[in-house]
């Protein structure tokens, strides 16, 4: 295995047809290829902008292992997202019917009988509150692609720097973060060969820290 803790601003995987755009996969090809090494083999992503734990495997046999693994939701998967309000209880269960559409790369929250329809869940807690917006600890049930970000939104609280699924007067946070705030803290997972549990942990990045912090200085008294 390689587990890496992602910056904001790159790929976990190149995207098709954009092989010019910087991504992880490519950076550990680059280190690897010195060494004779095969091409690394992603087992889940992360988006562009979010940062946090990325688990990639040396081998297509635990590869498969892993990635079976992650489709019986057994992994867990941490989270901490800076929204928009303050949910109405201080914890709960976010669950949404989910359809991709491939035209515009966005996910569309619809009736689950909708033909695609896909159910994403994913539990929360608030840890702390601000002036307008909530520090939450997420973990993800499902991991569908833009999960978080999308569930967010349609509940209400957009993430902090969203520029896709901000909702309702969401453009009024344009200016107060750059990214999403959203960061992978840890992440917990059977490894694929000694069977043990294998578990990683990733620091908030330095501009979640900041926001944090800024956002603890307004709602001081």
Not at 48 to 69: I, M, N, Q, S
């Amino acid at each position: 295995l390689i587990v890496l803790n992602k910056p904001a601003g790159i790929l976990t995987v190149p995207l098709p047809g954009r092989s010019d755009e910087p991504s992880l996969a490519d950076r550990i090809e680059d280190h690897w290829r010195s060494h004779r090494r095969r091409e690394p083999l992603a087992v889940h992503r992360l988006d562009r902008d979010t940062t946090g734990v990325v688990v990639f495997a040396h081998t297509p046999a635990a590869w498969r292992e892993l990635k079976a693994c992650f489709a019986r939701r057994e992994p867990t998967r941490r989270y901490l997202a800076v929204a928009l309000g303050r949910p109405g209880s201080a914890s709960g269960t976010w669950r949404t019917w989910l359809r991709w559409d491939e035209a515009r790369r966005v996910q569309v929250p619809v009736d689950r009988t909708v033909d695609d329809a896909k159910e994403a869940l994913t539990d929360f807690e608030v840890l702390e509150t601000f002036d307008g917006a909530s520090l939450l600890g997420l973990e993800l049930v499902t991991g569908r692609q833009h999960q978080v970000r999308v569930q967010a939104m349609s509940h209400g609280h957009p993430l902090l720097g969203e520029r896709i699924y901000t909702g309702k007067g969401g453009m009024k946070l344009a200016g107060a973060f750059r990214r999403q705030a959203l960061h992978a803290s840890s992440l917990t997972f059977r490894h694929p060969v000694s069977g043990r549990d294998a578990a990683f942990e990733a620091p908030v990045p330095g501009d979640f820290a900041h926001l944090l912090q800024r956002l603890r200085s307004i709602a001081a008294p």
